[in-house]
């Protein structure tokens, strides 16, 4: 909760401007907006400010351990998702410029937000438990369920590559799936793991349809390739 905002009290020598207090009613809603496009641009960018704080908070309580990392995942993926959401829209883009222009704007200092807004996945995506054992969520036929569902993942992608698919909008969803599916299989590192995760940093700071060029397609399409040899490695 946001401590309340102290106001100076009113000296005792002001005497108020009776003239200028006639011409204002008391009890008239005073609008921000005068049309509902504005109104909904203004709750946009609100929603947006709420988010930049929410994920700054969400942060600090995860590095102290005062969150559950389910819970701390659930909700970052969340906020994350409703962030991009709202600035892929044309009208908000335009107003919102960019984060930074925002954070000026606004002076908002939130250096661990705009850390995780510039990676586009919760820190329990990104890293990994040193030198700890594979731990599937389950054990049996549900832990080769996931399995199977990582090695998909890693087709789908490799394949959608392999079919010209460069924009950021079409692979940073596929691979996306592909390091979620991998985490539930293993905590472990593997070679070239961290391959994955740069290159979604990479498509997460490009805009929507902006797309690879032909060398980024060959090297991203070897880089996965042999993140998929590693994944494979480390279940054996």
């Not at 100076?8 to 200028?20: D, K, R």
């Not at 586009?120 to 399995?147: D, H, N």
Request: hydrophobic letters at 40%; a negative charge; one cysteine or more.
């Amino acid at each position: 909760m946001m401590p309340r905002q102290a106001y100076a009290p009113t000296p005792h020598s002001y005497v108020p401007n009776t003239t200028l207090s006639a011409t204002i009613n008391l009890d008239e809603e005073v609008k921000l907006a005068e049309t509902r496009a504005e109104r909904d641009l203004q709750e946009s960018l609100a929603e947006i400010f709420s988010i930049i704080i929410t994920l700054d908070e969400l942060e600090k309580a995860f590095l102290k351990d005062a969150i559950p990392e389910a819970e701390y995942t659930e909700i970052c993926e969340r906020s994350l998702k409703q962030y991009k959401s709202l600035v892929a829209d044309e009208t908000v883009a335009k107003a919102f410029v960019g984060l930074e222009e925002f954070k000026a704007e606004w002076d908002l200092e939130v250096p661990r937000a705009t850390e995780r807004i510039r990676v586009g996945m919760p820190s329990t995506a990104v890293t990994t438990s040193s030198g700890a054992a594979p731990t599937p969520a389950t054990s049996g036929s549900t832990s080769g369920t996931l399995i199977l569902e990582a090695t998909q993942d890693f087709i789908t992608f490799l394949d959608a590559l392999r079919l010209g698919l460069l924009a950021k909008d079409q692979l940073h969803p596929l691979l996306t799936d592909v390091i979620q599916s991998v985490n539930k299989v293993t905590d472990r590192d593997f070679e070239n793991r961290g391959k994955i995760v740069q290159w979604l940093i990479t498509l997460n700071q490009m805009k929507a349809t902006e797309e690879l060029s032909e060398d980024q397609a060959r090297e991203l399409e070897l880089d996965i390739n042999s993140a998929y040899q590693g994944f494979k490695s480390t279940l054996s």
